[in-house]
């Protein structure tokens, strides 16, 4: 039997060639806004704010794929705002969490967890946020805009190989878009080592880094997705899957490995749980690579050791 959002795939696929187009929300995103370091503010505006958000992200259609509801995709936007620069102008962080589910399971796995630091916007209380695809007209909405579509791109390169182009495609069109932002965050050389809303998705549809999308396909629909069944052969395939990254990691395609780096942050305890439990080959071969691609985290690494073969 396959999974739910294995047939939603091939239902939307039908859909397409019998030119039937229906629509439903695709994402149940969970909205938190933190402006505790904000003082003496109207905190109403807030509270204002985090349901704006909640409905924009929840209630607009960005695809034309058929979801139901128990097929959206699980996310999280965690705002931590830390100035208020003026009545309506706001500075913060913004963090992006995606969770996918395992087939036959009741484990969701991150996809994503990080923060974006560059992150200034104006909200207008009582103003709709509607997002146009064709310009920038407001940084809060350019900014959900582009996580939306990161966060189904990232979804979908799981589900099929370089899936998610589409949607990483809307993605850099919105960075063009929003070039001359006087915001941070679009630009080649805004932001701390070049770790920016441009150069995430510049890697993403980067030729040199396919590898990286490709794991994720590799990693989930022949590794996590068959745990249940067979997990010999799905920690066979994962350990393989580790493989396409470390290629990546010795072309070093460009000086700031932000995309990769992103990856592997998600999916670091996930590797040490999933081999813990592996034989001493296997874990020997799969600390190698983790090492090599992640050497900061070498201490980390060592728990694949903590457990015996299952």
């Given amino acids: 039997m396959k999974s739910k959002r294995y047939l939603r795939y091939c239902l939307s696929a039908v859909l397409l060639l019998s030119s039937v187009v229906l629509k439903s929300q695709?994402?149940?995103?969970?909205?938190?806004?933190?402006?505790?370091?904000?003082?003496?503010?109207?905190?109403?505006?807030?509270?204002?704010?985090?349901?704006?958000?909640?409905?924009?992200?929840?209630?607009?259609?960005?695809?034309?794929?058929?979801?139901?509801?128990?097929?959206?995709?699980?996310?999280?936007?965690?705002?931590?705002?830390?100035?208020?620069?003026?009545?309506?102008?706001?500075?913060?962080?913004?963090?992006?969490?995606?969770?996918?589910?395992?087939?036959?399971?009741?484990?969701?796995?991150?996809?994503?967890?990080?923060?974006?630091?560059?992150?200034?916007?104006?909200?207008?209380?009582?103003?709709?946020?509607?997002?146009?695809?064709?310009?920038?007209?407001?940084?809060?909405?350019?900014?959900?805009?582009?996580?939306?579509?990161?966060?189904?791109?990232?979804?979908?390169?799981?589900?099929?190989?370089?899936?998610?182009?589409?949607?990483?495609?809307?993605?850099?069109?919105?960075?063009?878009?929003?070039?001359?932002?006087?915001e941070t965050g679009w630009k080649p050389f805004d932001g701390s080592r070049n770790r920016n809303r441009y150069w995430l998705v510049k890697n993403v549809l980067n030729r040199e880094y396919e590898n990286v999308r490709l794991f994720s396909y590799e990693y989930y629909m022949k590794g996590m997705d068959m745990m249940e069944a067979r997990v010999s052969e799905a920690r066979i395939n994962m350990a393989e899957s580790l493989k396409l990254l470390q290629e990546v990691y010795r072309k070093r395609p460009d000086p700031y490995m932000y995309f990769l780096q992103i990856i592997i942050d998600a999916k670091a305890d996930e590797i040490i749980n999933v081999f813990s439990g592996s034989f001493p080959e296997e874990k020997s071969r799969v600390m190698q690579i983790m090492n090599e691609i992640d050497p900061a985290n070498k201490a980390k690494y060592e728990k694949i050791n903590s457990s015996s073969a299952q």
């Fill in 26 to 182: 695709e994402l149940n995103c969970n909205v938190q806004i933190s402006a505790q370091m904000i003082q003496g503010s109207n905190r109403e505006i807030f509270e204002n704010m985090q349901r704006d958000i909640y409905d924009f992200m929840n209630n607009t259609i960005w695809t034309n794929n058929v979801f139901s509801y128990a097929e959206r995709i699980d996310c999280n936007i965690l705002i931590n705002l830390t100035d208020q620069l003026s009545g309506d102008e706001f500075k913060g962080t913004i963090q992006i969490q995606l969770r996918r589910p395992v087939f036959n399971t009741t484990y969701n796995s991150t996809l994503l967890n990080f923060v974006d630091n560059n992150f200034q916007f104006r909200y207008v209380e009582f103003q709709t946020l509607e997002f146009d695809p064709s310009t920038h007209r407001n940084n809060l909405i350019s900014v959900l805009a582009y996580y939306t579509y990161m966060i189904l791109g990232f979804d979908y390169d799981t589900f099929s190989p370089l899936g998610g182009t589409d949607y990483f495609q809307m993605a850099e069109k919105i960075v063009t878009n929003a070039q001359n932002a006087p």
